[in-house]
């Protein structure tokens, strides 16, 4: 009782830090992806402003976030980190977007986060990508699904791939919207996966061995023709005039090295 206390304090408190910093700021567009692959997601928050605005927003990431990419007006930026806190500082800016990979929001084929709001927002719009052959645990039909919280807007599949959206309006500092995702993958998507993995070790293990053959055969090169010179050369005189342009070249280098290619 004590611990769920405390942690809704801490909530509370992040939530009026969130209001204080970037209170007045409301963005026209606020779009959030989920990328899933696998036991891994990767975070994608995008704002908008309808015109240049200035203040900070304070996001708070999940605590084994890696990969932090933050761009202000489409130009990366260095991300600004205090803890697992993101402090995202615009000046008369009109877009910023941040993204980063956690392994913490995706446990046992389930995505469970939540999306915050430092700012005010108009429009807003989230998407989860499954990952590619996996399947929901249950279908979402008219009514609930335990596999799907809250009910999407729309959902939309090639056969391969399941996209979720949903849309929301009018949102303020400090609320939030909890998503929940239940999946499977197929055991002969891990099969697929696997001989793809195998696929790419052989043909990377090819291109090493016929690099290997075509060095060896270059470095072979040189001894055949020096061969032949020798023979030439051991044969008698007026041998320059019987000799390839390659093979003239040997000739060459051996009149440098040693002041003559007579062999007696």
């Known amino acids: 009782m004590g611990l769920i206390l405390a942690i809704l304090v801490m909530a509370i408190a992040s939530a009026a830090v969130q209001g204080q910093e970037s209170e007045g700021i409301t963005a026209s567009e606020y779009n959030v992806k989920y990328f899933i692959a696998y036991d891994r997601v990767v975070g994608d928050y995008e704002a908008k402003f309808s015109e240049p605005v200035s203040g900070k927003i304070i996001y708070e990431l999940p605590y084994d976030a890696k990969g932090i990419l933050m761009y202000v007006d489409d130009e990366e930026v260095e991300p600004k980190l205090v803890g697992n806190r993101l402090v995202i500082e615009l000046e008369e800016n009109t877009k910023f977007r941040t993204e980063y990979l956690s392994k913490i929001e995706v446990a046992g084929n389930e995505l469970v986060t939540t999306v915050q709001f430092p700012f005010n927002a108009e429009k807003i719009s989230v998407e989860t990508s499954l990952p590619s052959g996996a399947r929901l645990t249950e279908p979402v039909k008219e009514g609930s699904s335990r596999s799907v919280f809250p009910k999407p807007k729309h959902m939309y599949t090639d056969g391969q791939n399941i996209d979720i959206a949903w849309e929301y309006s009018n949102k303020e500092i400090g609320e939030d919207i909890p998503i929940l995702v239940k999946f499977k993958i197929p055991s002969n998507t891990w099969i697929y996966l696997l001989?793809?993995?195998?696929?790419?070790?052989?043909?990377?293990?090819?291109?090493?061995?016929?690099?290997?053959?075509?060095?060896?055969?270059?470095?072979?090169?040189?001894?055949?023709?020096?061969?032949?010179?020798?023979?030439?050369?051991?044969?008698?005189?007026?041998?320059?005039?019987?000799?390839?342009?390659?093979?003239q070249q040997v000739v060459n280098i051996l009149k440098m090295k040693e002041g003559s290619c007579d062999q007696g």
């Open 195 to 247: 001989i793809i993995g195998l696929v790419l070790v052989i043909a990377a293990m090819g291109a090493g061995i016929l690099m290997l053959s075509r060095r060896a055969k270059r470095n072979e090169r040189p001894r055949i023709v020096v061969k032949r010179v020798v023979e030439k050369v051991e044969s008698g005189g007026g041998y320059e005039e019987h000799l390839k342009e390659d093979e």
